[in-house]
């Protein structure tokens, strides 16, 4: 699915961000899917053109015509917002985009 350029998603680790959502930086707090949700549903509709009512939590990155490279690039703008990164290996088992939210807590709270 060829990607095309959106709006300008929220950075999650701007501190000069009033609505900074970003805890990856204090300690002893995580990042809740609450607030990684709408970042995830704003990159599927606006960078790669899901319909919104496709994108949901056990949506199938699959089902919504996302290969395996367009994840990859999906991983590489939430890190850009989020500060999280994801290596190859830890998408290896994401299908859904419940998996990726799973995969980007769990590292946080790691």
Do not use: W
Not at 8 to 18: A, I, S, V
Not at 73 to 94: A, P, Q, S
């Amino acid at each position: 699915m060829a990607c095309t350029q959106g709006p300008e998603l929220p950075d999650l680790h701007d501190p000069d961000n009033p609505g900074n959502h970003d805890n990856t930086h204090e300690e002893g707090t995580d990042m809740t899917q609450q607030e990684l949700y709408p970042t995830f549903e704003t990159a599927l509709v606006e960078t790669f053109g899901v319909p919104a009512e496709e994108v949901a939590p056990d949506a199938e990155f699959e089902a919504m015509g996302l290969d395996s490279l367009d994840v990859v690039e999906l991983t590489l703008i939430l890190e850009e917002k989020t500060g999280v990164k994801l290596e190859d290996e830890e998408l290896e088992d994401v299908r859904t985009v419940q998996d990726a939210m799973d995969k980007v807590v769990e590292k946080v709270s790691a």
